[in-house]
């Protein structure tokens, strides 16, 4: 069955994050590899390499990251034993070398559109409950994951709806200060305002008031940090946690959650996937209400697992994410 998908909210373009280890086990820790130089000669050269450059460079840069990080880094062998269980451990490690390939390319997309924003075409599907919402002046949670090309939402966003006006994107501010601010400055228009997601109560106050005022919250439901709350959800076979902020935030405020992901589909291409908004009522409090939040969050997981399913080489969670 068809269920309310939240629409993609951008978070920062990074090669995949550097880990770190607590105990025996590899974390993700939320900064990228390759500082501000990577991101400024890639932004560079991307231009000059095209679209068809890019896709070649793509491998080359997936093998790297292979090599250099292999399983004990990435974990995504785990990942595609539970979309391929009878496949051998050669064409699992095929696959991750195509999966980061993949991420790659999608990190070059980003890059490119900040230089040649007609490069790709922009495939609609869905919307038509985010542009009502929008002419009624509502706010609305915008809900999507770590999958796909979230980044270049916010620069599509408007075509979709050109009364979304401002975006508060709610990101945890974990990368380097100059790396940070070249990626605002080449990604991310002025109608983008960001939520640090690190400072807890801040976050939650920034979240209501823009939501009642009639804002769009853009959130990522498929990570859990340190200090969010969280509940297990059944995902691809396996539990995961992931986090309650965006159907709490839906809840206390009324504003509907709009699920949506932007997959690419071609070498120039992108289909961005809205579902029709989504409304959240939970029980006061009690067991009753962790009982419905479990419901909720479990729809939520079963979305997501039906995209991740369809393009599965555009999961970009690399860490253990089964624990």
């Known amino acids: 069955p068809t269920l309310p ?30 500082g501000l130089l990577l991101f400024r000669v890639g932004s560079r050269l991307l231009p000059l390499m095209g679209v068809r450059g890019a896709w070649a460079f793509s491998y080359l840069a997936g093998l790297a990251f292979l090599l250099i990080g292999g399983r004990t880094c990435f974990h995504q062998l785990d990942y595609w034993r539970r979309l ?53 002046g509502r706010g609305c949670i915008l809900l999507s994951a770590h999958f796909g090309n979230w980044e270049l939402c916010s620069y599509y966003l408007r075509r979709l709806s050109p009364e979304a006006g401002s975006l508060h994107l709610v990101m945890a501010r974990q990368e380097d200060a100059e790396v940070q601010a070249y990626l605002d400055r080449l990604l991310r228009g002025t109608h983008v305002r960001i939520i640090d997601a690190q400072d807890g109560i801040g976050a939650a106050l920034a979240i209501r008031a823009a939501l009642t005022t009639g804002g769009l919250v853009c959130m990522h439901g498929d990570r859990v940090a340190d200090h969010q709350p969280s509940i297990p959800v059944r995902f691809l076979g396996g539990t995961v946690r992931m986090p309650t902020g965006p159907f709490l935030a839906a809840a206390l405020t009324g ?9 690419k589909t071609a ?52 860490y253990a994410y089964w624990g």
């Open 255 to 263: 504003a509907p959650i709009i699920v949506s992901f932007m997959v």
């Open 84 to 136: 391929r269980p009878r496949a051998g451990t050669g064409a699992l490690v095929l696959s991750v070398w195509r999966q980061l390939a993949s991420f790659g390319r999608i990190l070059g997309d980003r890059l490119m559109v900040a230089w040649r924003p007609g490069r790709f075409t922009l495939q609609q599907c869905g919307g038509e409950g985010l542009r009502a919402l929008r002419a009624q």
């Open 267 to 318: 070498l120039d291409r992108y289909e961005m996937r809205v579902d029709p908004p989504w409304t959240i009522t939970l029980p006061a409090r009690g067991r009753a209400r962790d009982a419905a939040l479990g419901v909720v969050a479990q729809r939520w997981a079963r979305r997501l697992e039906l995209e991740v399913r369809k393009h599965p080489q555009q999961w970009h969670n690399f």
């Open 5 to 34: 998908a939240m629409s993609p909210a951008p978070l920062p373009v990074a090669p995949p994050a550097a880990t770190v280890r607590v105990g025996s086990a590899r974390r993700w820790s939320g900064r990228s590899l390759g």
